[in-house]
């Protein structure tokens, strides 16, 4: 009988051990130094394996945030990010990069910061609409090539359906960012 356990034992060891060894390990990403946050979708950071280094600017994938003069609360999303990504203390984040920049020359990013999915966490807590963006046509669309499609939509229902930011129902926002910043210029 003692002899049939540890045979037993040792026959789910291997498995289990040739399970985890089978399983992909976590993607690697490149680590930035977010200098600043441009508004709630957008952020800043030197590039330092240029030569002299680079200012570059990001635009997080898969969100569509308020304005900053969309009262208030555009405001109110860069201060999430902000806090979201540790800021004002020098704060790394992990950054995957995603398409061709936009027409502002920002690249298309998710950032991470212990293993949290920022832009996702922004819908979550009712900061920004999804926005499905093709990153490489640099326009909106339902469709969008956006890998984490089915994650960030969820985040924001999740926020809808709580009430969070900008779908409280005692101060909800009236105006989408897009028809605000159409309506502005």
Known sequence: MLNFHWRQLLVRASGLFLLTSCQASPPKYSTIQISRVISGQSVEWIDK????????????????????AQDPWGKQAKQRLEELIGLPSKSTVSVEFEGE??????QFVYLWKEDRLLNEQL????????????????????????????RLLRGSQYARLMGEGIWNPQQPMRMSPAEFRKEER
């Open 49 to 68: 394996s240029q030569q002299p280094p680079v200012m570059r600017q990001g635009r997080l994938m898969g969100i569509d945030a308020p304005d900053l």
């Open 123 to 150: 819908l979550k807590d009712g900061y920004a609409l999804a926005s499905m963006r093709n990153a490489s046509a640099s326009s909106t669309s339902a469709a969008g090539s956006n890998k984490y499609r089915e």
């Open 101 to 106: 920049p936009d027409q502002y020359g920002r």
